[in-house]
């Protein structure tokens, strides 16, 4: 079945670098998803990874890919205080997106 | 310049008055979906229109229709609203749904305040 995993808070001093894990079950997913959402409002895609690739890096975001561990971790260099909110992996695999259930990330000053 | 936008941001209604929710998009995507969202949950596909093929989630309650009447544009009508529907619900919408297609972009959503 598709189920996808996150820990549910993660909570790092602003500077830092942050890293949010994710599990998947689908081996099948062509595409795994990174979005942001901030309070009241909707998702904002950071980043994606194709599942032929390990690795993606775009700015302060890199994003790991372990194919064989069905294992996406997103991490965020020299994280801000605007970058608290709730990051929610995602598959695409048979059938429209599988989402975890959110990883809120807290940046303290 | 926003891509997928949602009118209106909040909602209330009362209990059992029919509401209806909307969305447009200016990207020219074929597919556009519909999610439910509660607190501190992730979002839950009710159903996506690819073109003017509509496609139910089995779980989906009958109280959830959809209407799709152009590629712009998409509905979201909640006959009788129950406490229980009180929610954030989101568009999104993606070129396709096959490989390389299917990345999907949300508006903001509205949320939704059953009284």
């Known amino acids: 079945g598709e189920d996808v995993e996150q820990s549910l808070f993660l909570s790092v001093r602003e500077g830092d670098s942050s890293v949010i894990n994710c599990t998947y079950t689908?081996?099948?997913?062509?595409?795994l998803y990174w979005y942001k959402q901030e309070p009241g409002a909707g998702l904002q895609l950071l980043t994606y990874?194709?599942?032929?690739?390990d690795m993606k890096q775009d700015q302060r975001l890199t994003v790991l890919l372990n194919k064989k561990d069905k294992h996406l971790s997103l991490r965020i260099a020299d994280t801000q205080t605007g970058d608290s909110a709730i990051y929610f992996c995602?598959?695409?695999?048979?059938?429209?997106?599988?989402f975890g259930s959110g990883t809120r990330l807290q940046v303290q000053p | 310049d926003a891509m997928v936008i949602q009118n209106p941001r909040y909602q209330v209604t009362q209990f059992g008055k029919p509401v209806t929710l909307s969305c447009s998009q200016t990207?020219?995507?074929?597919?556009m979906y519909w999610y439910q969202q509660k607190s501190s949950q992730a979002p839950k596909l009710l159903f996506h229109?690819?073109?003017?093929?509509?496609?139910n989630e089995a779980d989906t309650p009958d109280n959830f229709q959809s209407r799709r009447p152009n590629t712009s544009f998409c509905f979201l009508d909640i006959r009788s609203p129950g406490l229980g529907d009180a929610a954030m619900y989101l568009c999104?919408?993606?070129?396709?749904?096959?490989?390389?297609?299917?990345?999907?972009?949300f508006g903001p959503g509205t949320r939704l305040l059953v009284l």
């Open positions: 990207l020219n995507h074929n597919v």
């Open positions: 999104a919408t993606s070129r396709g749904v096959d490989r390389g297609t299917e990345t999907q972009y």
């Open positions: 229109y690819y073109d003017k093929d509509f496609n």
């Open positions: 689908d081996s099948s997913s062509t595409y």
């Open positions: 995602a598959e695409a695999g048979r059938r429209a997106l599988t």
């Open positions: 990874i194709f599942s032929n690739m």
